[in-house]
């Protein structure tokens, strides 16, 4: 312990600051209310019902306030390890955000990086997603939207430079959801801000996404005989992998290829009494529309639906589209939160009256400018040598998977696929989730996609392939499989154990 805080100490030897003496560093907009040295151990954020962090090394920790405009409140915290490995990493955020990633801190400073994340310009003190900071502020909702990530990068870079004397040689940005969201942000509008990006499941079309979750919840909703009860989820799950499971050659309870799956619900109609095995036809249109995704009046596609598989998994629809009960999602409170706070400033909004056409449009308004991230010209990310990996599991029940393979291919369009092939791979994980989990296995552990990117960064090896791991309650490894480069999937090659990667290949479908 001593020895770490030592190591501290020989910080500010060569750089001419101490920790503490962060706190009177002078920088644009920003207040510094904290400069601590941390000793090596545990750390206990500052939330309710906060467990502690263990197994940390000595830090620095930096706390302030940015204030880019008399409405901003963009609250950060820069963490700087004793044993600092020469790089920065952004920690993004999840939902409305409202929280700072101290999870992402503490696994960036584990690993030597100096690290920073931000609230985004609010504070969340709802256990439900929620919105209600955005009534009537529409600078914290650019704040949110794309300004306070920026900011934090910027004034985090600063700190970083005066207290090691050097600025990073190299910066990361890796985060999930509406974090892909921002990654994406990051590398369309502040291109400088990182070498290397990571956007995982990104909630990028976030205009029509939330329009879209406004959607299913008129089609599952409005009508009380429409509701599919996740007791019901097994069954939809059952017969999805009846018809497309093994239509890749394995049988192993994982659809691999989605894209190729055009799964026939009309078999889960039930032709008698209904029970938690079929679904009645009013149920029957909700789960189509749910897969269909958002649509205009005339029928075109706003935005994709959900793929079939992953279901019935613990992180699959009960938690995002079916709730425990009705009006017990998660898409519920994200579509019922940002028509009523953000797109029409009335809390007496009820997704009842949701027209596709209108309220799309008014979304589009409202939010587009703010808060999308789907700018197809990446020209200059790409022209200082920025690298980008976006992946995105089959089973996400929260933001639809197409919805990261319509982003790549416009990017492909505005920019060539010959060109976007030098900065850009998009991996489609079988059976995961929303960010994690589910049936399949996924290459997030152990910093996969991490390592492949900054050996594409500082090495100019360009990922191809890289290995999932599924793994057990006791964290043996059950099965592995490789994660091709879109549009490639994994094909098994008809022979040896099919939870060896070693006996699959990648081909184009």
């Known amino acids: 312990m001593k020895q770490a805080l030592l190591a ?3 910080v500010a030897t060569l750089s001419g600051a101490t920790c503490e003496s962060l706190k009177s560093l002078a920088l644009p907009h920003t207040t510094i209310t904290l400069a601590e040295a941390r000793e090596p151990g545990s750390f206990t954020p500052p939330l309710a019902n906060a467990k502690p962090i263990d197994r940390l090394p000595a830090f620095c920790r930096v706390t302030g306030s940015i204030a880019p405009t008399s409405d901003s409140d963009i609250r950060f915290e820069v963490w700087l390890p004793a044993n600092w490995n020469g790089k920065f990493q952004g920690v993004g955020n999840g939902g409305f955000a409202g929280i700072i990633g101290y999870a992402g801190l503490a696994d960036s400073v584990r690993n030597g990086y100096a690290t920073a994340s931000t609230d985004t310009g609010h504070q969340e003190t709802h256990t439900s997603p929620n919105a209600e900071w955005a009534l009537h502020h529409p600078e914290k909702v650019a704040d949110f ?10 004034q985090a870079k600063s700190i970083i430079q005066n207290f090691y004397g050097d600025a990073p040689k190299r910066s990361y940005f890796d985060s999930c959801s509406n974090g892909g969201r921002q990654a994406l942000m990051e590398a369309q509008r502040f291109p400088a801000d990182y070498d290397g990006i990571i956007a995982g499941a990104p909630a990028n079309y976030w205009s029509h996404l939330l329009a879209g979750a406004a959607s299913g919840m008129r089609a599952t909703l409005a009508e009380p005989q429409s509701y599919i009860s996740s007791a019901k989820l097994p069954a939809i799950e059952a017969a999805a992998l009846a018809q497309c499971d093994a239509a890749d050659g394995v049988k192993d309870g994982v659809i691999e290829n989605p894209l190729a799956c055009h799964f026939d619900t009309s078999v889960l109609k039930c032709k008698g009494e209904e029970t938690d095995a079929c679904l009645t036809q009013p149920q029957l249109s909700a789960l189509n529309a749910v897969y269909g995704g958002l649509k205009s009046s005339k029928g075109q596609q706003l935005f994709p639906g959900l793929s079939p598989g992953g279901e019935a998994e613990q992180g699959g629809w009960e938690p995002w589209i079916t709730g425990k009960t009705p009006k017990d999602s998660l898409m519920y409170a994200f579509g019922t939160q940002y028509f009523q706070n953000i797109v029409y400033g009335d809390p007496n909004w009820r997704f009842q009256s949701f027209d596709p056409d209108r309220d799309t449009k008014a979304s589009d308004e409202k939010g587009a400018k703010l808060l999308n991230s789907n700018d197809p010209d990446l020209g200059l ?21 197409t919805n990261a393979i319509d982003y790549y291919l416009s990017v492909q369009k505005k920019m060539t696929a010959a060109r976007t092939d030098t900065f850009l791979r998009l991996y489609m994980i079988p059976g995961m989730e929303h ?14 996609l991490d390592k492949a990117l900054e050996a594409w960064v500082e090495q100019g090896s360009a990922p191809a392939e890289v290995i999932a791991t599924k793994y057990g309650e006791k964290g043996e490894t059950l099965r592995t499989r490789p994660i091709c480069p879109f ?3 994994a094909k098994w090659r008809g022979s040896g154990s099919t939870d060896d990667a070693a006996n699959f290949s990648c081909a184009v479908p």
């Not at 960010?435 to 996969?448: E, I």
Request: charged share 15%.
């Open 381 to 401: 990310f790409a022209k200082r040598g920025g690298k980008l990996i976006m992946y995105h599991g089959w089973s996400d029940a929260a933001i639809s998977p």
């Open 145 to 154: 939207g794309y300004r306070a990530i920026h900011e934090t990068a910027v």
């Open 8 to 10: 501290l100490a020989a």
């Open 435 to 448: 960010c994690g989990g589910g049936a399949g296995p996924n290459p997030l552990s152990k910093h996969t």
């Open 487 to 489: 549009p490639q999937v």
